[in-house]
């Protein structure tokens, strides 16, 4: 795919607004855009397609951070959940982009402070395609495998980055991924594959140790009143017993399926708690018009409610519409179109705990490891997070639990705690407040404040 450095955001700003502009394509793709009469400073970008393998085709979309001179700006790379979950859309145009998906700009855009890449991943995911359903990877090891080649390749295209520092954010089952990517990573950079400057990794709201989750869904939401102790929270425990017998014995797809229905019995007992914001009411509702996609009744239920409301109608027809134009997408592919099939090809994997590859990089590394989660998030609520930090084996553990917390401000906000967090040697810990699962959606300027921090921008 041919594509060339411009600046999209003033394109789609005079598509929407219907100013002149000129396309000029080559072989379907927009290599150039013209525009008139604006004045905003806005972020130069490219995008292209990786094969990271035959027939395996990843998307990937850089924007270059409008802090000048960008070069001396760090590069974070953004990787959404699901699986299935879409970083060029859902992370860049509902959270950390510099538009959100009505195309006004964001105020906490990470790009003012750092250079941004998105990437569709898994393959399947998004933009990214596979011409068969039969070379999806089948767990976070391939899929971290295919993520290196990525890197390798734009690495190469974009050898300016080489040496700026990168750091990988993550959210969900991003995090997941995020954690064998980085170990994946490290091992390349040491065996000189590939060339860069990688400092670290953020695992946010991240599907690290599912069990830990699943066993505290039920002392969390009685903890803030959304489960009675009887029937509510026995129910609520007696499904999650279920689920972690099924794991003990190594039976993962039964896992899985008694991942969902230990869901279902908490939205049962919760009038539908949204799983993302505890806040939130009705999220089962909100999913019940979507038909069923998925063969599998469980997986269809998981899938309807962790991938699919990523794609809601107004970020489909923008990613299917204006972007795909402007961004010369293959006519034949169809944003989200095959995360179906990402979403089954990991079924066996989901839950399967990756505590292990996460004491790999803070024993076998010098990488900078940050763990951050909403206080309102569910899925992967903040004490399912402490729970398996405490399983980590590092030697830095007893010093971590023995240092002493601080409380974080947000600049227009002083004297109102946004956050709190602890950090020791390689390792921290950010617990943010007013925020769930999708952390720079619900606190974008802490999760901005955040972001800076942990990669040392200004």
Known sequence: MSSALHTLQAGLLALLCCQAFICDHTEGALKKVHWHHSARKDPKQDWGYVDVRPGAHMFWWLYQSTKQPYL??????????GP??????FGNFEEIGPLDVNLNPRNTTW????????????????????????????????????LVALLEAFLTKHTEFQTVPLYIFSESYGGKMTAAFSLELYKA??????????????????????????????????????LDITPGLEEVNKAAKKCQDAVDQGQWKEATNYWDEAESVVSENTDNVNFYNILEHGGDEQNAVFKHVLPSPYLDSLFRRHVMYMEN??????????????????????????????????????????????????????????????????????????????????????????????????????????????????????????????????AGDMALKMMSMVTGSN
């Open 189 to 226: 950079i040491k065996s000189n594959d590939l060339k860069s400057d990688f400092r670290g990794c953020a695992l946010g709201d991240s599907w690290i140790s599912p069990m830990d989750s699943v066993n505290t869904w039920g002392p969390y939401l009685h903890a803030t009143s959304l």
């Open 84 to 89: 299935g979950g879409s970083s060029t859309g």
């Open 72 to 81: 001396s700006q760090p590069l974070v790379i953004w990787l959404q959940g």
């Open 313 to 442: 109608d107004a970020l489909s027809e923008l990613m299917n519409g204006q972007i795909k134009e402007q961004l010369g997408i293959p006519k034949n592919v169809t944003w989200g179109g095959q995360s179906g099939e990402v979403f089954s090809s990991q079924s066996e994997d989901f839950m399967k705990p990756v505590i292990d590859t996460v004491d790999q990089l803070l024993s076998t590394t010098n990488l900078s490891i940050v763990v951050y989660n909403g206080q309102l998030d569910l899925i992967v609520d903040t004490l399912g997070t402490e729970a398996w930090v405490q399983k980590l084996k590092w030697d830095g553990l007893s010093g971590f639990n023995n240092t002493r917390r601080k409380a974080l401000y947000v600049d227009w906000r002083p004297g109102d705690t946004a956050a709190f967090m602890k950090s020791y040697k390689t390792f921290s810990f950010y617990w943010i407040l007013k925020a769930g699962h999708m952390v720079p959606s619900d």
């Open 111 to 146: 790009l003012s402070k750092v250079n941004l890449l998105f990437i569709d991943n898994p393959v399947g995911t998004g933009y990214s395609y596979v011409d068969s359903f039969d070379l999806m990877p089948k767990d976070v090891h391939g899929i971290a495998l295919d």
